[in-house]
């Protein structure tokens, strides 16, 4: 099976606001960058967007490095956040509805295709990769702020 390196980011001008995603997968050698947004958006759905566009992207199963500075998104799969919204009908804790339920679906079903490990690396510090993907989602995000 192979390893790819995917490397995700969202952004958004105003929460909501125009949004934009990235994503840059990395194997043997080769990148390809993946990007898009939504006019009206969160910032939340553009990083979880980014995350599913990338994976979307893999033509056979693959175990998955996928790095991203939302906690948002890393903390919902590595404290198992989502298999408990799962077991509970898409509710946290307190009961009320969990918000990018559709997004989370589609995360999910693609977790069962791909063997995938959540990295957090922290934003705006110097990571090649994570500064490139958010020069591409808030690049197209500014882009449909302006169209």
């Not at 990235?22 to 990007?35: P, Y």
């Not at 994976?55 to 590595?78: F, G, H, M, T």
């Not at 679906?105 to 693609?110: A, I, P, R, S, V």
Request: proline share 1%.
């Amino acid at each position: 099976m192979k390893t790819v390196d995917i490397y995700t980011d969202g952004a958004c001008k105003g929460n909501p606001g125009a949004g934009g995603w990235s994503a840059i997968l990395v194997f043997g050698g080769k990148e390809k960058e993946l990007f898009g947004g939504e006019r009206v958006t969160t910032n939340n759905r553009m990083e979880l967007t980014a995350a599913i566009e990338g994976l979307k992207a893999l033509k056979e199963p693959c175990r998955v490095n996928l790095y991203s500075d939302s906690q948002y998104l890393v903390n919902a799969i590595n404290k198992g956040w989502l298999e408990s919204w799962k077991s509970k009908g898409w509710r946290k804790a307190d009961k009320s509805a969990v918000l990018n339920d559709d997004l989370w679906k589609t995360l999910d079903d693609l977790l069962c295709t791909h063997e995938v490990e959540f990295i957090w690396v922290r934003g705006h510090d110097g990571h090649e990769y994570n500064e490139r993907c958010d020069e591409l989602a808030s690049g197209y995000a500014e882009k449909l702020k302006i169209e």
